[in-house]
């Protein structure tokens, strides 16, 4: 009875630890992935001290003007591409289109503020992007619509990455370190770099931060009168962009749960020094309350999931190995000589 108890032991701890390693290594790398099917919309709202904007001045015809302490709203849907041929059943690569736009509140008259369209494939497992990618790409324009569609867009080569390092997310068990985060605005990653431990909503959430230093991202030609130039028609000056940005991960799913930026913007002419440059914008926004908690809503679900993949396994790798010395211990219990009462082996 005692030897058929240790072998049941046994075999449950063998099982135990197998199963636990199945969990881990083969099932959760086969769940642990974005989607293919991928369609996110976000809302972030906030405020723009100053902004340069353009009014409506009869059919299609906008006049540039600022406008100070003015509501603003920015949307982004990101959506798979089913289209890409990277979006193959079962491929580890996903083409995500990611559609952004910022738009005055109660402002009819006024165009959005900014626009931006973008393509690029991302490893499904860590959420950084990869090549090769066939359909990447990046269109931005201001205020003023392009007449085409693809006006305005830069398509990356199909063997480079276009536009590094991660965009949407972090990686599934984001850990507590700096990674590499592609800013749209000056097509370049930065060091999103992570500050501590924090909660949303009764969500555990890691903190994470960037800042961008002022750069210049561009030119823009406006009307002297913007720029303290009433006589000069138009001139063109360096757009020079800052700003700060802190999220909140969900470090069991990488997904971003909250967000809050601040930008600045300025218009710098040659003579000029950036501190003398003219504001062209300079607002902040923050993810809204609908948003935070949908994204809570999405994490605690899929951290539900992958709770059974990550968690679980090592429980089940305690149990199975408190199994295995249990039944060893009663194995060689089971095999001691016996001695008599006057201490003489048994033969």
Same mark, same amino acid.
Request: charged content about 25%; aromatic content about 8%.
């Given at each position: 009875m005692r030897s058929a108890l240790t072998y049941i032991l046994l075999g449950l701890g063998v099982f135990a630890l197998g199963f636990g390693l199945v969990l881990r290594l083969y099932t959760y790398p086969q769940l642990a992935k974005m989607p293919l099917d991928l369609d996110s919309f976000s809302v972030a709202t906030g405020t723009a001290d100053r902004?340069? /904007? =353009?009014?409506?001045?009869?059919p299609d015809q906008h006049v540039p003007e600022f406008r100070e302490d003015l509501p @603003?709203?920015?949307?982004?849907? /990101?959506?798979?591409?089913p289209t890409a041929p990277e979006m193959e059943k079962g491929s580890d690569v996903a083409a995500y289109i990611e559609a952004t736009r910022i738009t005055a509140n109660d402002n009819p008259d006024i165009g959005a503020l900014s626009a931006s369209v973008r393509q690029l494939c991302v490893d499904r497992h860590t959420g950084e992007a990869v090549a090769p990618c066939t359909t990447q790409f990046i269109q931005e324009s201001s205020s003023e619509q392009p007449e085409t569609p693809e006006e305005g867009r830069v398509y990356g080569e199909n063997g480079t990455v276009q536009q590094p390092g991660f965009g =949407?997310?972090?990686? =599934? !068990?984001?850990?507590?370190?700096? &990674?590499?985060? &592609? !800013?749209?605005? @000056?097509?370049d990653t930065v060091d999103l770099t992570f500050e501590r431990e924090d909660t949303v909503k009764g969500l555990d959430v890691y903190q994470f931060s960037y800042r961008i230093e002022p750069q210049k991202v561009g030119s823009r030609e406006v009307p002297g009168s913007l720029l303290g130039e009433p006589d000069t028609p138009s001139i063109e000056a360096d757009l020079h962009y800052e700003a700060d940005r802190t999220m909140w991960i969900d470090p069991v799913t990488g997904a971003v749960i909250a967000l809050e930026q601040s930008v600045t913007q300025k218009l710098v002419q040659d003579d000029e020094t950036y501190e003398d440059g003219e504001v062209v914008f300079d607002g902040t926004l923050a993810l809204d309350d609908e948003t935070v908690t949908k994204n809570i809503a999405d994490a605690e679900d899929g951290g539900g999931k992958l709770?059974?993949?990550t968690t679980l396994p090592i429980i089940l790798w305690i149990v199975g190995g408190l199994l295995i010395v249990g039944a060893v211990l009663l194995l060689v219990r089971f095999r001691e000589p016996k001695v008599d009462a006057g201490n003489h082996r048994l033969e």
């Amino acid at each position: 009875m005692r030897s058929a108890l240790t072998y049941i032991l046994l075999g449950l701890g063998v099982f135990a630890l197998g199963f636990g390693l199945v969990l881990r290594l083969y099932t959760y790398p086969q769940l642990a992935k974005m989607p293919l099917d991928l369609d996110s919309f976000s809302v972030a709202t906030g405020t723009a001290d100053r902004a340069l /904007v =353009f009014v409506e001045n009869g059919p299609d015809q906008h006049v540039p003007e600022f406008r100070e302490d003015l509501p @603003i709203t920015s949307t982004t849907k /990101v959506t798979a591409d089913p289209t890409a041929p990277e979006m193959e059943k079962g491929s580890d690569v996903a083409a995500y289109i990611e559609a952004t736009r910022i738009t005055a509140n109660d402002n009819p008259d006024i165009g959005a503020l900014s626009a931006s369209v973008r393509q690029l494939c991302v490893d499904r497992h860590t959420g950084e992007a990869v090549a090769p990618c066939t359909t990447q790409f990046i269109q931005e324009s201001s205020s003023e619509q392009p007449e085409t569609p693809e006006e305005g867009r830069v398509y990356g080569e199909n063997g480079t990455v276009q536009q590094p390092g991660f965009g =949407f997310k972090l990686p =599934f !068990d984001t850990e507590k370190t700096t &990674y590499p985060w &592609y !800013d749209l605005r @000056i097509k370049d990653t930065v060091d999103l770099t992570f500050e501590r431990e924090d909660t949303v909503k009764g969500l555990d959430v890691y903190q994470f931060s960037y800042r961008i230093e002022p750069q210049k991202v561009g030119s823009r030609e406006v009307p002297g009168s913007l720029l303290g130039e009433p006589d000069t028609p138009s001139i063109e000056a360096d757009l020079h962009y800052e700003a700060d940005r802190t999220m909140w991960i969900d470090p069991v799913t990488g997904a971003v749960i909250a967000l809050e930026q601040s930008v600045t913007q300025k218009l710098v002419q040659d003579d000029e020094t950036y501190e003398d440059g003219e504001v062209v914008f300079d607002g902040t926004l923050a993810l809204d309350d609908e948003t935070v908690t949908k994204n809570i809503a999405d994490a605690e679900d899929g951290g539900g999931k992958l709770w059974l993949l990550t968690t679980l396994p090592i429980i089940l790798w305690i149990v199975g190995g408190l199994l295995i010395v249990g039944a060893v211990l009663l194995l060689v219990r089971f095999r001691e000589p016996k001695v008599d009462a006057g201490n003489h082996r048994l033969e």
